[in-house]
C-alpha cells in the first residue's frame, strides 16, 4: 500500500493527466455538437470500434484503479470513479456490444444528451485541472 504522501502524489499526476483531456473533450463536444453525435451514430455502428474501445478502456481503468483506488470526500474520488467507470464499461462493451449500441442510440436521441456529456467532462476536467496544476 503507498504511503500517504505517494497517494497525494498519484492522485495530482492523474488530475494533470486526465484533467486536460476531460476539458477538451467537453470543450469540442461544446463547439462541434453536431459533428460530436454524427462521429458517435458511427462508432456506435461498428462493432469493431466498440470492441477496441473496450479494449483499450477497461485496463486504462484498472490501471487507474490499482494505482487510485482512493475513496475519500474529495476532489480525488473522482479519479477513482473514472476508474471504475472505465473499467466496468470497458468490460460492458467487450461483453455486450449490442446492448451498449442501443443504450448509446437511446443516449444519442435525447435532444439534451451531447450537453449532458459534455458538461460531465467539463466538470470532471475542470476541478481536476484545478487540482492538478493550480491547487
Known sequence: ??????DMQNS???AK???????????AVFLNRRAFVEMSEEFLKSRALLYLSGFLIMPAGIAIILTHNVWVANWRVIITLLGWMMAIGGAIRLIFPDRVQAWGRGFLRHPMGAYIAGGLWLMFGVVLTFYGYFR
Open 17 to 27: 493527466l486526465i484533467g486536460p483531456v476531460t476539458l477538451a473533450v467537453a470543450i
Open 12 to 14: 495530482i499526476f492523474l
Open 1 to 6: 500500500m503507498p504511503a500517504k504522501g505517494q
